[in-house]
């Protein structure tokens, strides 16, 4: 049985980890399609991506990387260089490859606006973990919780949109993508308290998500431009003349 939650001191007390593999840097068209032969020989993945941080109030920054990681080597696709090309979009809609990560839905919602991509295999832990009990959302915290581990993100708020990655940044990167495959595989070894929710129907389910917050999106979007097309129309209307749907008696 897992706890439901765990505490920052409880964590801190905890040995740390970080992925021991090879770590890959995926930077250029020409090294895509040997990267995503590799991954496409695995059953299940560990997923995440990173995006630059912003510390100002309505900018906002793509995804920059992407990362695809096997129990021993992990691999940082640079989408902000080489886009999502056909051989990585065939993996991501492959439904075979499973891809575990955590909030999955955000991650493809700002993937998605990089490239199009129909989302097929994808996992969240978030929800997987619900059938074991456990509340806490955060990757650090399930993964302190799963594996009784604890895991660095020092380099969380980092910037992703640099040219060159540190050492620091590459491990931080593969391990989030690493740790989210260690701990789904150990909660499929473990019993759960209520019967979890297959693997295919929460890969049918985030893609759902997803499209269901990208047609909520544009039929706001859609209203708010209905409303401007409203109100140009009457401010062109010459002056002292209402529209007709406004027409009143100015006298009341």
């Not at 620091?168 to 989030?176: G, I, R």
Request: with cysteine; charged share 25%.
């Amino acid at each position: 049985m897992f706890s439901q939650h765990i505490t920052h001191e409880e964590i801190e007390a905890l040995p740390y980890v970080a992925f021991g593999g090879k770590i890959t840097i995926v930077d250029k068209p020409e090294k895509v399609a040997a990267a995503v032969s590799c991954l496409m020989q695995e059953k299940i993945l560990g997923y995440d991506t990173e995006t630059r941080p912003t510390f100002t109030r309505g900018v906002y920054y793509g995804v920059s990387l992407v990362q695809l990681s096997s129990a021993d080597h992990a691999f940082l696709f640079r989408i902000d260089k080489i886009g999502i090309p056909p051989t990585l979009v065939a993996l991501l809609q492959d439904k075979q490859a499973l891809k575990v990560g955590v909030a999955i839905n955000e991650d493809i919602r700002g993937m998605q606006r990089v490239g199009a991509f129909k989302p097929q295999g994808f996992i969240d832990l978030q929800k997987f973990t619900e059938a074991y009990g456990i509340e806490d959302k955060a990757l650090k915290k399930i993964a302190a919780i799963v594996l009784n581990l604890r895991i660095s993100k020092s380099q969380q708020t980092s910037n992703w949109a640099a040219a060159r990655y540190s050492a620091e940044q590459k491990l931080y990167a593969a391990t989030d993508a690493w740790v989210c495959r260690e701990i789904y595989l150990k909660l499929m070894e473990s019993e759960p308290l209520i019967a979890p929710v297959p693997a295919e129907e929460l890969a049918e389910n985030a893609t759902a998500d997803s499209t269901k917050e990208k047609a909520k999106k544009h039929k706001k979007w859609h209203g708010k431009k209905q409303r401007r097309v409203s109100m140009i129309r009457q401010a062109q209307q010459p002056a002292g003349k209402l529209p007709k749907n406004n027409q009143h008696d100015s006298s009341k």
